[in-house]
């Protein structure tokens, strides 16, 4: 097991503050925590990535976070998995 999580379905009012907190409860040790943004916006995109410290700590977060409810909306939590290289958006006009 890894200790990279992908976190989805955040609430738009989550900070990086509050999902380390919540992440850090029962003894879970974080070391890293990356909400995703709209480049353009700046706006959060409602999904982001938890760094554990130990597969163990990794594990427990998923049994006990998935589906946990965050300000009303029900977190997924799974461990990440590598983004494919190539393709990917590009959807912009050509002139």
Do not use: C, H, W
């Amino acid at each position: 097991m890894g200790n990279r999580l992908y976190v989805g379905n955040l609430p738009f009012s989550a900070d990086e503050s509050s999902v380390k907190s919540l992440f850090e409860q029962n003894d879970r040790a974080v070391t890293e925590v990356k909400l995703i943004t709209d480049r353009e916006t700046g706006r959060p995109r409602g999904f982001g990535f938890v760094e554990m410290s130990n597969g163990e700590d990794a594990d427990k977060a998923i049994r006990e976070l998935n589906g946990f409810e965050m300000d009303g909306r029900a977190l997924t939590v799974n461990e990440a998995r590598e983004r494919n290289e190539g393709g990917g958006g590009g959807g912009g006009r050509r002139f």
